[in-house]
């Protein structure tokens, strides 16, 4: 059997746009940006890698429609970046059943950030803390010193971190994110949930190994058409890894949500799995209502 058709869809990632033209959405890293193709030609730093970037069109109300798309293709919910804008209030105020909230951090930014972290919790109930570590300026390592007050901070609120692993898309240095970085911070902090996001190629077998080790660290697939999810993350959900992986999309960002259910048809899994890959996962890591 494929992908049931009769579950409520939780998207681990999922943007709202505020305009057309979404390229300040990478403006924090731009100017990691060397290369003339990037900065000359490209809508967003990885276009190389995706060839059909959604287009919104002329849209009203960029809220609605993106439940509108959600709507399409029985996406439930779905988690967001907090943008602390007008945006972010009123996709909490309108459709709060509809979205929860991850909140992308600067570990640059030291204690600032910390407190920073805890007064957005406060206020508006996060479900996670991002971060895209080679798109930081200066870039932070996800084992950095200068990370550990953002972990120590997650847990003491409860809340999962999402970490961008592997080679970046963009073309910026890729050190921050091997995925070997990972073995300390989960041995540091065993209550923390960690969630890999993009991929974590070339060494997703590599991440397998670190999930088969540590029982807080998670795998999303973000980033990446169902098409091109990695072997070895299949593999590891049909077998030992089922509770440890989770739907993530890229829309529309990268990826519309008509390509991503389109493939997804065909991805591999046990049907045992798929409940757990399209929902149960995400209710229990990032504490949500079932």
Not at 109 to 135: K, T, W, Y
């Amino acid at each position: 059997m494929g992908m049931p058709r009769d579950i409520g869809i939780i998207d681990c990632m999922l943007g709202i746009p505020e305009a057309e033209d979404r390229s300040e959405w990478f403006a924090p890293f731009r100017p990691l940006i060397k290369d003339q193709q990037t900065i000359q030609q490209f809508a967003m730093p990885a276009q190389y890698m995706f060839k059909d970037i959604p287009q919104t069109g002329d849209v009203d109300d960029f809220v609605a429609w993106t439940v509108a798309q959600m709507d399409r293709h029985n996406v439930e919910r779905a988690l967001v970046g907090w943008n602390d804008n007008a945006t972010s209030y009123r996709a909490k105020e309108m459709f709060g059943d509809r979205f929860f909230f991850d909140l992308p951090v600067d570990p640059n930014r030291g204690m600032e950030e910390v407190r920073r972290i805890r007064r957005i919790h406060a206020e508006v109930g996060l479900s996670a803390i991002s971060c895209f570590p080679a798109g930081t300026l200066p870039q932070v390592a996800i084992n950095h010193k200068y990370m550990f007050p953002i972990y120590a901070c997650a847990e003491e609120l409860g809340l999962p971190v999402l970490l961008n692993v592997g080679i970046p898309g963009p073309r910026i240095p890729m050190e921050t994110q091997k995925v070997e970085h990972l073995d300390e911070v989960c041995w540091f902090f065993p209550d923390l949930k960690i969630v890999m996001r993009h991929g974590a190629e070339p060494w997703e077998a590599l991440a397998v190994k670190l999930m088969l080790k540590w029982p807080n660290l998670y795998y999303s697939t973000s980033a990446f058409a169902p098409k091109h999810y990695p072997k070895a993350i299949i593999d590891y959900a049909n077998t030992r890894g089922a509770d440890k992986i989770l739907y993530a999309g890229y829309f529309p960002m990268g990826l519309s949500l008509d390509r991503i259910f389109s493939d997804m048809e065909n991805v591999p899994f046990k049907d045992d799995v798929w409940p757990k890959f399209l929902r149960e996962n995400a209710i229990r890591v990032f504490n949500l209502k079932s």
